[in-house]
């Protein structure tokens, strides 16, 4: 069995193939034939005033290459074109090498803010001077991280103020080593949280880990030949010319790279939530590193490179993910899809998860300014709409093909569509 026509398969043949082509034990691929949720008993544990579990449907892509190495994308979304567009974009670009990352380093920061101090020159100098007894609280705060060869490694300031106000932050730079790092650094901040007080003459407002991870900075880059843009070249140039030109107006116009950026965030929140991570915290630290320039941007850039006739893709984010803690451990899904992936640690993930992004980016740029994106996200769209609409299972994929030749798409229309089949 191969990944051709995968999404034609029923959900037992996909899952046969993922245990056939070595990505799924035989228990796992169990326990997804028998589409076992989150155990209720597992959940109360996870979130209070617990009531049930919400499911939401869970996917794959077909193979995408990064790093010359294939993977299967575990995502969990309900946005029927997020799997459609992420397994033509794996599809295209592997043809061309596929996708290469690079990660520059590891690293989370917290921070203590400081006020009413007494004389904040003096402050920073005492801070400055006392740095290596600081980071010795911090690490004996949590001896654990340090013993797994993390802990915090750096301290550094900065100053605030408005009218009324002035604040000085201490930055506490850590190393958290295959956890995402909120319960270690937050401790560390409320050991030297004290000292800081006594050493500056001041008064604490809060110390609590920072989202924007730009210490945790992943890049994922692709080179595409133009050709597996459309089979005829002058066309192809066209579309990579087009690509190129939605790539600058989203660095320019802050309406369009609000959905520029969504796009790219469709198929990294799937992974994310698909790994047990916090898609939350990586939306964040995205969006405010969007704004790093002093105005929100398109956070991936494109390029058309006419002497090679290449389309080049590049996509940095911070990616704070992890591979142990939160409820990594506790939910079984998430340990499937962990497997998909040949369990990654935090740093492979991390460059998954942005490569997803960027290949995201690609497939909605190209329908955007090739056919437009209405027609295919109806297509995909169409079954949902119909199911909505009241259609039986089992008629589903008739009605579809029915529904596709009707210009008005609508559940008035797909209602009126159902009613006709029973006649």
């Known amino acids: 069995m191969t990944f051709s026509g995968f999404y034609k398969k029923t959900r037992e043949e996909r899952i046969n193939i993922l245990q056939e082509k070595g990505y799924l034990s035989e228990e796992k691929k169990e326990l997804l034939l028998e589409n076992k949720s989150l155990d209720v008993n597992i959940a109360g544990k996870m979130a209070e005033n617990h009531i049930a579990t919400f499911s939401l449907p869970f996917c794959v892509s077909t193979p995408i290459k990064i790093n010359n190495k294939e993977y299967i994308i575990p995502l969990v979304t309900e946005e029927p074109s997020v799997v459609a567009a992420l397994s033509n974009a794996g599809k295209i670009i592997s ?40 980071l010795k609280l911090a690490n004996e705060s949590h001896p654990s991280i340090v013993k797994r060869g993390g802990g915090a490694i750096d301290i550094s300031t900065e100053t605030f103020q408005n009218y009324e106000n002035e604040f000085l932050v201490v930055y506490l730079t850590v190393d958290v080593k295959e956890a995402m790092g909120a319960n270690i650094i937050n401790t560390m901040l409320e050991g030297i949280k004290p000292y800081l007080q006594q050493l500056t003459e001041s008064k604490s407002l809060m110390a609590i880990l920072s989202n924007y991870a730009t210490k945790s900075i992943v890049t994922s880059r692709c080179e595409i030949d133009i050709k597996y843009l459309h089979e005829d070249l002058e066309k192809a140039k066209e579309i990579a010319k ?156 008739i009605l579809a093909e029915k529904f596709a030749n009707i210009k008005q798409k609508n559940l008035a229309t797909a209602k009126e569509l159902i009613k006709n089949l029973k006649k």
């Open 95 to 134: 043809k061309s090498g596929g996708f290469s990352t690079l990660v520059d380093s590891r690293l989370m920061i917290g921070q203590v803010i400081l006020y009413d101090i007494k004389d904040i020159n003096w402050a920073i100098l005492d801070i400055i001077k006392n740095k290596e007894k600081i």
């Open 242 to 397: 087009k690509i190129e030109l939605a790539s600058k107006i989203a660095k320019l116009d802050p309406y369009r790279a609000t959905t520029h950026n969504k796009g790219i965030f469709n198929g990294i929140d799937a992974v994310t939530i698909a790994s047990g991570n916090d898609f939350r915290a990586i939306e964040s630290a995205g969006h405010a590193y969007a704004t790093k320039n002093g105005k929100y941007r398109g956070l991936s850039t494109w390029t058309y490179n006419e002497d090679k006739n290449s389309l080049r893709g590049i996509l940095s984010l911070p990616m704070p993910v992890a591979s142990v803690g939160g409820s990594i451990g506790l939910n079984e899904s998430v340990k499937i899809a962990r497997e998909i992936l040949n369990n990654p640690d935090a740093k492979e993930l991390a460059q998954i998860i942005v490569t997803v992004g960027l290949a995201q980016n690609f497939s909605a740029i190209r329908a955007l300014v090739t056919v437009g994106i209405q027609k295919g996200h109806m297509k995909l769209h169409a079954k949902s709409l119909l199911l909505l609409a009241g259609a039986k299972e089992e008629d589903v994929e």
